[in-house]
């Protein structure tokens, strides 16, 4: 099993660019999640899917738009990307509501 | 404004000692706890978690003190080993959103 998979690795865009990152989990997960991790702030949720078919907003959503494409893949996409936007985007699953979450293994943005 | 507040930012420790690392939450409606270990270029992987119906739990050498009344939970790690070096993330639930704090950067040294 593969776990959690995310592409690409790093990217760099311009500002008012778009792209979308890309998530599959191979675990059969219902969950499914995308963080953003900053230096000295932790991880912030921008967005979930609790299963499939729905997705909610979650700590900062403001830039970004998700699809859970299937049970396999949730995407992120930045419509118009900013600076602010530099970061690294991790996506995690899980199997039910606050269950162990299993992350991949990020994705480094950088915005210039 | 942080919902979990995480502290130290970073530890130094040597070989054997017990790091202790503390969080603080305000959001009553949260119930459940977990634990993450972050190695450098990789996602955070869960360590260990807790419920608030429980004080205490323990996993090997990694041990978590809950203190719901004063909302706080701590991690401690006995006899920590130079491989133990990594960031450490507390966080928080309430349904499906996870909050995490900012992060402890642990050093132990040989």
């Known amino acids: 099993n593969a776990g959690v998979t995310q592409t690409p690795k790093f990217q760099v865009l311009k500002t008012g660019q778009s792209m979308t990152l890309q998530c599959a989990q191979d675990?059969?997960?219902?969950?499914m999640y995308w963080y953003r991790q900053d230096p000295g702030m932790g991880l912030r949720l921008i967005y979930y899917?609790?299963?499939?078919?729905?997705?909610d907003k979650g700590e900062v959503p403001n830039g970004y738009n998700v699809s859970r494409l299937n049970k396999r893949e949730f995407s992120l996409r930045l419509e118009s990307a900013a600076p602010s936007q530099t970061s690294v985007y991790f996506c995690?699953?899980?199997?039910?509501?606050?269950?162990?979450?299993?992350f991949g293994p990020g994705t480094r943005l950088t915005v210039t | 404004q942080q919902q979990v507040k995480q502290s130290p930012q970073s530890l130094i420790v040597q070989k054997g000692g017990i790091p202790i690392i503390n969080c603080a939450y305000e959001?009553?409606?949260?119930?459940?706890f977990p634990w993450y270990q972050q190695f450098p270029g990789k996602g955070p992987a869960l360590l260990i978690a807790?419920?608030?119906?429980?004080s205490e739990k323990k996993e090997g050498r990694f041990t978590i003190s809950f203190n719901k009344s004063a909302k706080q939970f701590s991690l401690h790690i006995m006899d920590s080993q130079p491989g133990d070096s990594a960031t450490y993330f507390c966080?928080?639930?309430?349904?499906?959103?996870?909050?995490f704090g900012s992060g402890t950067k642990l050093n132990v040294k040989p």
């Open positions: 959001n009553t409606a949260f119930d459940y």
């Open positions: 675990m059969n997960h219902n969950s």
């Open positions: 899917s609790a299963s499939e078919g729905t997705t």
């Open positions: 807790i419920r608030p119906d429980v």
């Open positions: 966080a928080a639930s309430n349904f499906n959103k996870f909050y």
């Open positions: 995690a699953s899980s199997e039910m509501v606050r269950g162990e979450q299993y």
